[in-house]
């Protein structure tokens, strides 16, 4: 059954902006200009309209019991969706139709009254939600439980802190028996324990035949909960379907391929007083004369860097991460100490490893193997193609790594029939 349905969609926020005077003010006319435009709130002539449609000609249909993730750059128009299905604002053009009874966290603090305490919002929320009393006291343990905030029940919520703000948001919004769920990025501003405990909690409704959108930069979270995905882009909807399908291209559009970083001179090398790196440089070893990478090529990586201390004892340690935020691993060099000039390092890694995807490559200088002298972010960035040869399975291959190991099957018996 379809609980959601979205037709052209639209909305539209007018900006204004003031136009620049060509003349050269000074101090007194820039002060006159300043308390005019305060007590002057009209469009002047000075002022510019510019149409910004936040989102444009959407069309998308969710039936009960999907777990949507919503994936796209900041401004796509994600947050401005879930406005429009939580009824916080109106779309400008089309229409929503929204069958269940919604719950929202789209910010923090949202649905609080900032002068009621923790106690008093629950049954705030609990009311807006058009639950009864009775109902709300069922949940009542279990949504403070949750959200571990016991200790200042009684306090206003105007003093709690945004992660306090939080995880009672989220216990309401997921104990007071929502038949849609909508999540923003707020789960962000929890720590990891309490990330999980909230991912667990979705799973658990979802299983129990609740919809749930869920908003996410985490598209590792997105993988793990939701069963379809939406890919926004510039207030338009580019892709729908299957999650795995829609996140890879998604990365994929966004990726972007530097294999190689150069610098001619420490005056202008990234670094500190004591190290400066002078180049990092991934060369692939393409197989088949191909000129992309899949899961079959070799790499070696090359790193130098001017040392500027002799007798400096330093190692190397490099970190290699997934798009979406993971670090697959790390691996260091022994530390040994050098004299004053250029240092280099070079890394071997081996075809059939990494599974397909895209990855960045960080590389910290350390000192005494304690000391960060200077860390290199993402110097290095590169996208894993896939190649399957013999099977005719063509979903998305699970995990990070794809070891090439020696895995046999074999007949260990054969059954004798009498």
Request: with cysteine.
């Amino acid at each position: 059954m379809q609980v959601i349905t979205a037709e052209n969609v639209s909305k539209k926020y007018i900006i204004d902006h003031k136009r620049k005077s060509v003349k050269n003010l000074d101090l007194k006319q820039t002060i006159t200009q300043k308390i005019k435009g305060f007590w002057d709130k009209s469009d002047g002539e000075n002022t510019e309209k510019e149409e910004f449609w936040a989102l444009k000609g959407v069309d998308f249909s969710i039936n009960q019991g999907d777990r949507i993730g919503i994936v796209g750059h900041n401004g796509a128009g994600k947050s401005t969706l879930l406005k429009i299905l939580s009824k916080i604002t109106e779309p400008t053009t089309g229409s929503i139709t929204v069958r269940g009874r919604v719950a929202s966290l789209l910010e923090v603090g949202t649905g609080f009254h900032p002068e009621l305490t923790g106690r008093e919002n629950i049954f705030l929320n609990g009311a807006i939600l058009g639950m009864r009393k009775e109902e709300i006291r069922k949940h009542f343990d279990t949504i403070v439980d949750f959200a571990g905030v016991e200790k200042f029940l009684d306090t206003p919520v105007k003093r709690y802190s945004s992660g306090m703000y939080v995880r009672l948001g989220f216990a309401i919004a997921a104990h007071l028996n929502p038949e849609i769920l909508i999540i923003d990025e707020v789960l962000a501003v929890g720590d990891a324990e309490f990330q999980k405990k909230c991912l667990g909690n979705m799973r658990e409704l979802a299983d129990s035949g609740r919809t749930i959108l869920f908003v996410s930069h985490n598209l590792t979270a997105i993988q793990a909960l939701c069963n379809k995905a939406m890919y926004f882009e510039k207030g338009q909807l580019l892709m729908q379907g299957e999650t795995n399908h829609v996140v890879t291209s998604y990365l994929s559009r966004v990726s972007k391929t530097a294999l190689k970083q150069t610098w001619e001179a420490p005056a202008t090398a990234p670094g500190g007083d004591q190290v400066r790196v002078k180049r990092i440089e991934l060369e692939p070893q393409y197989k088949d004369a191909l000129q992309h990478i899949d899961i079959r090529t070799s790499m070696k990586l090359h790193f130098e860097f001017w040392n500027m201390e002799d007798g400096a004892k330093l190692n190397l340690s490099l970190h290699l991460f997934a798009f979406t935020g993971e670090c697959v691993f790390n691996v260091g060099t022994s530390s040994r100490a050098f004299e004053q000039g250029v240092v280099a390092a070079t890394l071997d890694i081996p075809g059939h490893f990494l599974n397909d995807g895209s990855y960045s490559i960080s590389v910290m200088i350390v000192k005494d193997t304690s000391t960060v002298l200077y860390n290199l972010e993402e110097a290095i960035s590169f996208d894993i193609e896939d190649h399957r040869v013999g099977v005719t399975w063509y979903d998305k291959w699970p995990g990070y790594v794809r070891p090439n190991l020696n895995f046999e099957i074999y007949q260990a018996e054969i059954a004798v029939n009498d």
